[in-house]
T-cell receptor
């Protein structure tokens, strides 16, 4: 398996522009998580999905952020309009189904998307 | 709600010395605990996990952690540090054993190794 695939790896944009980050989870994994990492705030959980349904979006900073998971193999995180304070590394991660002995809540991370908003 | 506190944002040890990275958790239910490692410009990778049963958990690269319920701790140790251990380490907690569980991370501890 190729692992969790994120694109783009790097994005530089100007304030006010729309940004779309993409994620392909590991095939067969039931849950997908979006995290944001910054020096100041560490690793923050933004939103997570189970079986394509959003379970908890309480970490989404504000209405400028939205996430979708139209099917089991694809998710997007959109920022519109973007602001300089959104600059961060955004990670997508997925977990498999099954019980704890099968590692149901063990995250596999993508390599991240580094976003810079000027 | 669960939370994780990692004491010390930066730890520096000499090569060959003991590594001790501290993690305390808060959870209203029996927790599932994890340590992840992040190398520069990479995503996080699982080091080890505690689910149920034995409280001393062994992971990859010689690391281990002990779950102490009375102290609400899950500290990570390695008897002898190697230069390749230099990375950022994150403790995490989950309240459910299923894939639908919310997983919360601590703020991370950067480990530096002195030659």
């Amino acid at each position: 398996d190729a692992g969790v695939i994120q694109s783009p790896r790097h994005e530089v944009t100007e304030m006010g522009q729309e940004v779309t980050l993409r994620c392909k989870p590991i095939s067969g994994h039931n849950s997908l998580f979006w995290y944001r990492q910054t020096m100041m705030r560490g690793l923050e959980l933004l939103i997570y999905f189970n079986n394509n349904v959003p379970i908890d979006d309480s970490g989404m900073p504000e209405d400028r952020f939205s996430a979708k998971m139209p099917n089991a193999s694809f998710s997007t995180l959109k920022i519109q309009p973007s602001e300089p304070r959104d600059s961060a590394v955004y990670f997508c991660a997925s977990t498999p189904g099954g019980g704890v002995r099968s590692g149901a809540n063990v995250l596999t991370f993508g390599a991240g998307s580094r976003l810079t908003v000027l | 709600a669960q939370s994780v506190t990692q004491l010390g944002s930066h730890v520096s040890v000499s090569e060959g010395a003991l590594v001790l990275l501290r993690c305390n958790y808060s959870s209203s239910v029996p927790p599932y605990l994890f340590w992840y490692v992040q190398y520069p410009n990479q995503g996080l990778q699982l080091l080890l996990k505690y689910t149920t049963g034995a409280t001393l958990v062994k992971g990859i690269n010689g690391f281990e952690a002990e779950f102490k319920k009375s102290e609400t701790s899950f500290h990570l140790t390695k008897p002898s540090a190697h230069m390749s251990d230099a990375a950022e380490y994150f403790c995490a907690v989950s309240d459910l054993p299923s894939s639908a569980s919310k997983i919360i991370f601590g703020s991370g501890t950067r480990l530096s190794i002195r030659p």
